[in-house]
């Protein structure tokens, strides 16, 4: 699948490895962090009371020309730890590209160095994603030609661009993996050029037409 029917997304993280060193990775996540790095412990403090016993760690890091303020939530699981969050110190939220350069910051400063030395894995997911990541091949297949040949200014009302639409939610309903309503609306505005309020109706559409699916499915059973 092209780039162009790719869209930015948020990016995910993990370090992973034997739960019998996870004790070992937290303490060199803690002596990796340096400038523009630093650990929060107020904000931990303030989490941990919340986590019911989770190991978390938080790190902080002040604006400078490439980044804004932030802080990053590393949460505890099996093997290792998760990015949970990062949220903008001073901003009232960050961007795509701002939230996965402070990730990949984070990752190249801090998270591999320690991973490196305990024997740990860095994992972490594309910062673009298309349409085969969330849906299958042919569900994605289906929408794509949806969209190149649908009239962008009447949505799917035409019989032939319904039919395909319809093929569609038939396909996304089958497939074990769907696309999120407001992932879908974002890939139709900005990988297909639809505008907001055809794109905000088709959404509206693709989640009432799988809840219908899925009933009709649960009543046949």
Do not use: C
């Not at 699948?1 to 993990?14: C, G, P, R, T, Y």
């Not at 989490?47 to 989770?54: E, I, P, T, W, Y």
């Amino acid at each position: 699948m092209s780039n162009k029917h790719a869209i930015e997304v948020f990016q995910d993280l993990s370090i992973l490895g034997p739960e019998t060193r996870r004790a070992e990775l937290r303490e060199a996540l803690i002596a990796a962090a340096a400038t523009p790095w630093e650990r929060g412990i107020d904000a931990e403090k303030d989490l941990s009371r919340m986590a019911r016993g989770d190991d978390i760690l938080v790190f902080q890091r002040q604006s400078d020309k490439s980044l804004p303020a932030a802080r990053l939530t590393l949460w505890s699981r099996e093997g290792g730890y998760t990015i949970t969050n990062i949220v903008p110190r001073e901003l009232g939220r960050l961007t795509y590209a701002q939230y996965n350069g402070l990730l990949q910051e984070f990752e190249r400063l801090v998270a591999k160095p320690a991973a490196l030395s305990t024997g740990f894995v860095v994992e972490h997911s594309s910062p673009r994603q298309s349409l085969e990541e969330w849906v299958s091949p042919e569900a994605a297949k289906a929408l794509e030609a949806f969209s190149d040949l649908a009239n962008k200014s009447t949505g799917s009302s035409h019989p032939l661009d319904q039919q395909r639409w319809l093929r569609f939610l038939i396909l996304a309903h089958r497939s074990a993996q769907k696309p999120d309503g407001e992932r879908l609306r974002r890939w139709l505005m900005e990988a297909e050029g639809w505008d907001e309020d055809h794109a905000f109706r088709l959404l509206i559409e693709y989640e009432f037409g799988l809840d219908l699916l899925k009933a009709y499915d649960s009543q046949r059973a």
